[in-house]
């Protein structure tokens, strides 16, 4: 599979195949010796696994990124993040490079420049992706080494979180349209997302016990449904707010809040109703 021998100009030629029946590849040297190290090279790589094709870095990272996008198991929400983040932070600046033409240095200056317009913790998201992306090529024999290797990031400074105070949140549901004062009172008394608020429906709450289920969220982007980041649903309760959220629940037309046809008894259970609508 290797062979060397020396060309009419007086050069010597390294030649071999990287698998039987494969193209033969060539390299040319001044000395007999540095062809006979190459091979020996080459041939260890070839038996260890850590060979790498000399074109097989030449694909853009465009390229690359949009066919590993399709591999992974993303959730609908963090597709569309990656999305995003590709789009707007990614690939303006090395989108139409080979993977193997990237430095360390170009990505670090990169994510120095990505501070100028996004927070310490989104540079370090989309930093995230542009490794995974590397790393990726190189499980696949495209790249011998990542470039992403030994970024260093800018600092992350943790703010403390200061809840309103229960002032506050009287004035913002007195402020709101009746159609949203109900939200209010969920995403104050429960902590969920803004997502899992808008996913909710009647017939996830509990009203004898005080209790919620959270097993959805409503993706805003797409106006329909999806399960919540966490393997298990969630049961929230009891709150002390519950008869305040039933007399706001109750006065309510049915479609606002589930999109049932029939209004909730506040006294009793929420039964459940095929494919209810989000909150809306």
Not at 110 to 115: H, I
Not at 122 to 138: F, K
Request: proline share 9%; with cysteine; aromatic share 6%.
């Amino acid at each position: 599979m290797a062979s060397i021998d020396k060309r009419p100009n007086g050069r010597w030629r390294a030649r071999y195949r990287e698998r039987p029946g494969g193209p033969q590849r060539a390299r040319h040297f001044d000395r007999n010796a540095d062809a006979e190290r190459f091979l020996a090279r080459i041939q260890g790589q070839l038996l260890d696994g850590s060979y790498i094709e000399p074109s097989a870095g030449q694909t853009t990272l465009a390229e690359y990124a949009a066919a590993w996008q399709k591999s992974q198991l993303h959730r609908p929400t963090t597709v569309m993040q990656v999305d995003a983040h590709l789009r707007n932070h990614v690939l303006p600046f090395f989108g139409d490079r080979p993977m193997a033409s990237i430095r360390p240095s170009e990505l670090q200056a990169w994510a120095r420049s990505r501070t100028e317009v996004l927070a310490p913790a989104t540079v370090e998201v989309v930093y995230r992706i542009v490794a995974a992306i590397l790393n990726t090529a190189v499980d696949d024999r495209l790249l011998a080494r990542s470039p992403a290797s030994g970024i260093r990031l800018p600092r992350q400074t943790r703010h403390e979180v200061q809840p309103p105070i229960v002032e506050h949140v009287e004035a913002l549901i007195d402020a709101m349209p009746d159609r949203y004062k109900t939200l209010v009172v969920l995403a104050a008394g429960t902590g969920l997302r803004q997502g899992e608020c808008f996913g909710q429906t009647v017939d996830r709450v509990d009203f004898l016990r005080r209790a919620i289920t959270v097993d959805r969220q409503l993706i805003l982007a797409r106006q329909r449904t999806a399960p919540v980041r966490l393997a298990e649903d969630r049961r929230i309760g009891p709150h002390r707010p519950a008869p305040e959220g039933r007399r706001r629940v109750a006065g309510r037309p049915p479609r606002t809040l589930a999109g049932g046809d029939r209004r909730p008894d506040p006294h009793q259970r929420a039964r459940r109703r095929p494919a209810p609508q989000p909150f809306r």
